[in-house]
């Protein structure tokens, strides 16, 4: 979904004819204008960060208090979680981790960099990928929508630390340009992302996503 759900480091770089959109992280969107590319890996990682923009130009999430977390994608592109939750400090992480997918999904259908969620659920390194991702989809137009099986992974917690890893099949994703036309060949697939949280306020926040290089699987 921007690949939507791909976020990660192992990422593969978007490339596009206009400046680069973030490799792994918005993989889906990343449709290169004319050039076949290869199939979008779902979403973004602080390593696929756009190189073009610069920090201090890039409008960041808004200090508005964000509505409350939900973790089920949107109407248009569900995020279907086939795992149990865990109890405990690793069921709270858990939460966090899919609550984040969630925002991820739907800021990449409707990309909007200024969404006061990504504070509330990311720190940097994390969130400012994110923030200039979904700055220079919303520029150019794409959008990536289409439901999404998931598993989110059984937490590991040290303290104000946790990692875990997701899985996310896009297979049913697809990115779409400016006109609403879906792009040929920006179907994704399972892709598996190395998650990583820290306490921030109470709260657990996503400090980085990257993607892992071994395959994985989403049972259905």
Known sequence: MFAVLAVLTVTRP???AAPAIAAAALAVLTGCAGARQPAPAPLPSAAATPSAAAPSATPGPTSSVPAPARTTGTTRSPVRWVDSSPRGPAGEVQRAVRAYWSMVVRLAERPDPADPQLAALTIDPQQATLVRLFTSA?????????????????????????????????????VYDSSGRPRPGSSGGPTAFDVRLRRDGGDWKVSSASTRSTPCTVPR
């Open 14 to 16: 978007f490339r596009s």
């Open 138 to 174: 919303k520029e150019s137009g794409l959008s990536q929508r289409g439901p999404i099986f998931a598993v989110s992974g059984r937490p590991a917690v040290r303290g104000s630390s946790a990692q875990t890893t997701t899985c996310l099949d896009q297979t049913f994703v697809k």
